[in-house]
């Protein structure tokens, strides 16, 4: 059994910069597979970023590459989301999740284990 509690969000003007953490319980957090999502209200939950078990392979959905960085310390069983020039359209709950098998299905917004969420406005 994994616990992902989330961190980090906030309200931030256009431009501005933020990190989210997200701290698992339980035992082989490198065992999982990490990512991030968002959902925005009316909209379906997407996937925003992943990092493979050891944290040397990520992936981003196109809105947020180049502005976003995901990365994990497995020995703080801690996953961050680094969100950097913010845009109005990133507001949203961001939430974490961890798969056993990879980054695939966290890309098909598939998680064993999921947080809870944190709220993300971005202010224009």
């Known amino acids: 059994q994994v616990r992902l509690v989330e961190s980090g969000g906030g309200l931030v003007q256009a431009g501005d910069s933020l990190r989210l953490s997200c701290a698992a319980s339980?035992?082989?957090?490198?065992?999982?597979?990490m990512g991030w999502f968002r959902q925005a209200p009316g909209k379906e939950r997407e996937f925003v970023a992943g990092?493979?078990?050891?944290?040397?392979?990520?992936y981003y959905a196109d809105s947020v590459k180049g502005r976003f960085t995901i990365s994990r310390d497995n020995a703080k069983n801690t996953v961050y989301l680094q969100m950097n020039s913010l845009k109005p359209e990133d507001t949203a709950v961001y939430s974490c999740?961890?798969?056993?098998?990879?980054?695939?299905?966290?890309?098909?917004?598939?998680?064993?284990?999921w947080g809870q969420g944190t709220q993300v406005t971005v202010s224009s």
């Open positions: 999740g961890a798969d056993r098998d990879g980054i695939g299905p966290l890309r098909r917004i598939s998680a064993n284990y």
């Open positions: 339980g035992r082989f957090f490198s065992a999982y597979a």
């Open positions: 990092v493979s078990y050891s944290g040397s392979s990520t």
